[in-house]
């Protein structure tokens, strides 16, 4: 595992755990496309995505998150990055509790390396 690409997306999670929606600007590009889980909806867009984290957590009260077993995939300027996650939440729908996998293609631009693809898998 590549630590500081494991560390990157720690850090990035970090963000919109806390509610510092700006931030995430530092990790994802401005030309970056989220996936929904089932592939059948896509965000693009810096703009959009920071607003996708910003709606979810209006909505919701996280009450655990944990992400583990990264693996990382680094050819050159692109990397994959990998790995599961454990999150239960409440809404206004009720208490929530699911397991996936993130999957993240990161390019490395010149301010570093930014998220430019991003897809949730439910298990």
Same mark, same amino acid.
């Not at 755990?17 to 990790?27: I, P, S, V």
């Not at 990397?79 to 390019?107: P, S, T």
């Given at each position: ?23 995430? +600007? ?25 607003? $996708? ?6 909505? $919701?009260?996280?009450? +655990?998150?944990? +992400?583990?077993?990264? =693996? ?8 994959? =990055? ?28 010149? +301010? ?5 693809w991003r897809m949730q898998l439910t298990a």
């Open positions: 595992m590549d630590a500081a690409l494991a560390g990157f997306t720690e850090a990035m999670d970090r963000c919109w755990l806390e509610q510092r929606f700006g931030d995430l +600007a530092a990790y994802l590009a401005e030309d970056v496309v989220m996936v929904a889980p089932g592939g059948s909806q896509r965000i693009s867009g810096l703009d959009a995505a920071i607003e $996708s984290y910003r709606a979810f957590m209006r909505r $919701s009260e996280i009450r +655990a998150f944990r +992400a583990f077993d990264h =693996i990382v995939t680094e050819r050159g300027p692109a990397a994959v =990055i990998e790995y599961g996650w454990h999150m239960a939440w409440a809404d206004g729908d009720g208490e929530h509790e699911a397991n996936g996998r993130e999957i993240l293609a990161l390019a490395r631009r010149d +301010a570093g390396w930014r998220v430019i």
